[in-house]
């Protein structure tokens, strides 16, 4: 159904529930299309338009000044475009019938009729089952007096920090990407930092030979990571020696961490609450359902943000992406729709999200393996290690790229981890996804090159070529997650150099360097007794090459993809 809403002797009253991105990028382009228009936001809490995700970097210092992070404020809204920003201003219901809602002012309520109403109530912190979460020294990270009243700790903690006094702790419970980045704030602020997480590995959507590079970098940073248990409890206690400390944190595993304050970000879910009092249409994970022009299920009321529900472009599932990014183009198509404007119809999500690890950058676009494993799609990966740019000029920078495709090339998800050039080349992969680029399109693509930039061939370039060998039976590859079928039943060949093979190998490898092959492939032969050979180097190129050798002489031969330092990722116990 389509509303428009023409000008008339009144001028349309749109009310926006909500500011930061989604609301206040509708109401800002709302307000572009229509000058009549009364435009009417409603912000429950002091702050209608801030940088949510510069608060870590405000904890840390980075960003100095508060009113950097303070995007805009009632009055300039009002001076810039005509905006009545009313903060403090809470919508308590909805009354569809009538066009009405109702809000709550501190002592006063009163009723706003609305012609449109846009909902961008934005996403509230998931309250994990621990004993103690209303402890003073338990902090959130998600708004301004959020970061405020960290920072204010953190200063009275330093300050009292003496030589003969230990450094103050914190732990920090969820290692997502808002937990990753208080990590880093705390740490660099000089705090000693506890990381615990239910998952078994940092980051959780990350793949699982992804993640021992954050953990890595996180250890060498003192971090100390209690991975795979969960906080149970937080309770103010007493040391041995008797200095106070305001609480410890008691994990599943018995083990007990001392900390002057804890930060708790395990994830969000939808601030839904009110579209359901209103007998809006939900989904399943209790998102608001939105048509493609961000219409709910009644015809005069919008909603966008962390709040509404998406598809998600590789499964099809529908659920909610809580990102800036998206939340600021539903705001703009939710104005277009609302004034009658040809819209943009809103794509499926890809889900594209960066971190920095100190001195690491990881990063995500599309589906990872998980889930294409959940949504039983079937995909083949590639693991690359390539630098981010020509090795032989000088600085360049191991990147460790792992992208999956469908098996007819299409490019399906990606991810990377590295010190430089990983946010360019997820960025072209999410882009290549978006277009529904294949194998064969990745290495066709034409990408600046110069040697302080990149390569000839492009690590895209490269994803591109590996995988098209892999698909196409040019290169068979075997995983490292098939390490102890290929242990059981195939001849174990390491083409690495006696050097490297002798610093860590496989139990029962044969060591054969790749440029020795074709002179012992009688050795080869009778070692493997006519079972297939799972070839693996460090890295990967090599048993490429010796693979190709093998597949020539009739062997049944898979390269290892990534090879060693992948198989070390997946399997640290090796």
């Given amino acids: 159904m389509t509303t428009t809403f023409a000008p008339a002797q009144e001028p349309t009253r749109i009310v926006i529930v909500g500011g930061v991105a989604g609301g206040m990028s509708a109401a800002a382009r709302a307000r572009r299309l229509d000058e009549q228009a009364e435009i009417i936001v409603l912000e429950q809490g002091d702050h209608v338009s801030f940088a949510n995700c510069g608060l870590p970097y405000h904890l840390s210092g980075e960003i100095t000044a508060r009113e950097d992070l303070i995007l805009h404020t009632p009055a300039t809204l009002a001076a810039s475009l005509n905006l009545d920003v009313r903060t403090g201003h809470r919508v308590t219901s909805i009354d569809k019938r009538s066009r009405k809602v109702t809000?709550?002012?501190?002592?006063?309520?009163y009723a706003l009729p609305y012609d449109a109403l846009l909902l961008s109530p934005g996403a509230v912190g998931v309250r994990p089952p621990i004993t103690g979460l209303d402890h003073p020294a338990v902090h959130t990270l998600?708004?301004?007096p959020d970061v405020d009243g960290l920072r204010e700790r953190v200063e009275e903690l330093l300050a009292a920090h003496t030589e003969s006094r230990p450094a103050p702790s914190a732990v920090v419970i969820g290692a997502g990407f808002i937990g990753l980045e208080a990590v880093e704030a705390l740490t660099t602020r000089g705090l000693a930092v506890h990381l615990v997480e239910l998952a078994d590995h940092v980051l959780p959507p990350l793949d699982v030979e992804l993640a021992p590079l954050l953990a890595t970098e996180l250890a060498a940073h003192g971090v100390d990571l209690h991975l795979g248990v969960s906080a149970q409890a937080i309770t103010a206690a007493t040391t041995a020696d008797g200095t106070?400390?305001?609480?410890?944190?008691?994990?599943?595993?018995?083990?007990t961490l001392a900390a002057d304050l804890v930060i708790v970000n395990v994830g969000v879910r939808p601030a839904s609450a009110l579209a359901a009092e209103a007998d809006l249409?939900?989904?399943?994970t209790g998102a608001i359902r939105v048509d493609v022009d961000q219409r709910t299920s009644d015809p005069y009321i919008w909603a966008v943000g962390d709040a509404v529900e998406v598809t998600q472009a590789i499964t099809g599932a529908r659920m909610p992406v809580p990102l800036a990014g998206p939340a600021n183009r539903q705001g703009r198509r939710a104005a277009d729709s609302i004034c009658g404007r040809r819209t943009t119809p809103q794509a499926a999500v890809l889900g594209t999200a960066i971190v920095r690890v100190f001195g690491l950058t990881a990063a995500t676009t599309g589906a990872n393996q998980a889930t294409l494993r959940r949504a039983a799609i079937a995909h083949e990966?590639?693991?690359?290690?390539?630098g981010d740019h020509a090795g032989y000029y000088p600085g360049s920078e191991e990147m460790h790229l792992v992208a999956s495709f469908a098996p007819d090339g299409t490019l399906l998800g990606a991810q990377g981890v590295g010190r430089a050039g990983v946010d360019k080349r997820i960025d072209i992969l999410a882009t290549a996804i978006r277009a529904g680029m294949t194998a064969d399109d990745l290495a066709e693509l034409e990408l600046a090159y110069s040697p302080p930039y990149g390569s000839a061939k492009d690590p895209v370039n490269m994803l591109g070529f590996v995988a098209q060998n892999a698909l196409d039976n040019t290169m068979p590859q075997w995983q490292a997650q098939d390490l102890d079928r290929a242990m059981a039943d195939t001849l174990i060949l390491d083409v690495r150099s006696a050097a490297e093979f002798a610093q860590g190998h496989l139990a029962g490898a044969l060591n054969i360097p790749h440029l020795e092959l074709r002179a012992r492939l009688s050795e080869v032969r009778e070692v493997a007794g006519g079972r297939a050979i799972s070839v693996y180097c460090a890295r990967g190129p090599r048993s490429y090459l010796a693979t190709r050798v093998l597949l020539s002489e009739g062997h049944d031969a898979r390269s290892l993809s990534g090879g060693w330092l992948t198989l070390q990722a997946v399997h640290p116990d090796i």
């Fill in 103 to 109: 809000i709550a002012a501190g002592d006063h309520t």
């Fill in 142 to 144: 998600r708004t301004v």
């Fill in 381 to 386: 990966v590639m693991h690359i290690h390539p």
């Fill in 281 to 284: 249409d939900l989904g399943p």
């Fill in 244 to 255: 106070i400390t305001p609480v410890t944190v008691a994990l599943s595993d018995d083990a």
